[in-house]
């Protein structure tokens, strides 16, 4: 509301769901997920949700009859974070605003997230009132970690087709590494918890003993932890230390996550420990930037782990959900036993 005002109608709009692998499966909790979000940040005035996949054009014509519906003559204007794909969004959208321009000549920038100014297209019929659809830069907070990277490496962060979660076995004193940019130390706990990272697939993901870290971030940072990328000396001598926030969090049901560890500009991880088990982490990313925790986006994605191979053993991972499609029984229960934690 800060930025756009307490008078105007919002319409949240949440894009990539493709990235999901499985959208068709995980709207119904998507939207739901939003429509907490919103109400979790007090925003005012949202009118309507939309769950769209820009880049595949999944959700767009419903999409546009929303903002028609509810704009009643009125300048639309696409308003977000950095990276959320709004120039995208609107280049797939001049057909249904009868946009009077070529939305194709969007002013775009060769890295991500760096539209370079506004733009605006006359929509609706011409005349005396003409309405207009604008598309801004994207607001950059300071809190995202891809602010840290070189141009060069933005964009292994940024998924470029669907994110497979994996999942990984981790017992008091093991870390999850996410490349160099973030990582999850279970410092103490009863017993083992499963974590499911969400990030790109060019994030490098690595399971160690805490003792291990600074060692691996010594050597192995821009090779084997990816990104940064580069020699490892060099950006360890150049990259912004870690720094840490820790959650004391206690688990309610084997099969249901309790919370999203999220990195801003990284990803999340989905912590499900047990029954009244209780798991103390600490989140780390550079300089301690963008962390946060919140109600899990999809509670349900530990049962979808897949099988633990041989190879798998070593690495306490599973082989995650390529093969898995979400059912019925994976997403049975989920609003009854989360309907308060929000």
């Known amino acids: 509301n800060s930025l756009v005002g307490d008078h105007n109608d919002i319409l949240v709009v949440g894009n990539k769901v493709d990235t999901l ?31 769209i996949s820009a880049k595949q ?14 704009r009643q003559g009125r300048d639309v204007y ?15 959208m001049g057909f249904a605003f009868d946009v009077q321009q070529r939305t194709n000549a969007l002013s775009a920038s060769p890295y991500p997230g760096t539209s370079l100014n506004i733009q605006s297209f006359p929509i609706g019929p011409p ?7 604008h598309d801004t830069p994207g607001v950059i907070r300071s809190d995202q970690v891809i602010h840290t990277l070189a141009g060069k490496d933005m964009k292994h962060l940024l998924p470029s087709g669907a994110v497979h979660p994996k999942t990984y076995i981790l017992r008091p004193g093991d870390s999850l590494l996410l490349g160099g940019m973030g990582r999850i130390f279970y410092e103490a706990g009863d017993d083992f918890v499963w974590l499911t990272a969400w990030t790109s697939r060019r994030v490098t993901h690595h399971v160690t003993r805490e003792s291990r870290v600074p060692y691996l971030l010594r050597t192995a940072l821009g090779t084997m932890l990816r990104p940064p990328t580069g020699d490892p000396q060099e950006l360890h001598r150049t990259y912004p230390p870690m720094e840490g926030v820790a959650f004391d969090l206690v688990g309610a049901h ?3 996550a309790i919370a999203d560890v999220v990195m801003s500009g990284i990803g999340f991880v989905t912590v499900t420990p047990g029954v009244d088990q209780r ?12 962390i946060d925790l919140r109600p899990p986006m999809l509670p349900f994605v530990a049962n979808l782990r897949g099988r633990r ?5 070593h690495t306490r991972g599973y082989e995650g959900s390529r093969k898995v499609k979400p059912t019925v029984t994976h997403l049975r229960g989920y609003r009854a036993a989360f309907a308060d934690v929000y």
């Open 21 to 51: 692998g499985y959208p068709d499966a995980y709207l119904p909790y998507l939207q739901d997920f939003l429509v907490r979000a919103m109400a979790r940040f007090e925003v005012q005035r949202v009118v309507g949700y939309s769950l």
């Open 57 to 70: 054009h999944l959700g767009i014509k419903a999409m546009a009859r929303a903002i028609e519906q509810m």
């Open 78 to 92: 696409f308003v977000g974070a950095t990276n959320v794909g709004k120039s995208t969004l609107l280049q797939k």
């Open 127 to 133: 005349g005396p009132f003409q309405a207009y659809l």
């Open 254 to 256: 084997r099969r249901h």
């Open 279 to 290: 798991v103390l982490l600490k989140a780390y990313t550079p300089a301690g930037a963008g």
């Open 309 to 313: 191979g041989r190879w798998m053993k």
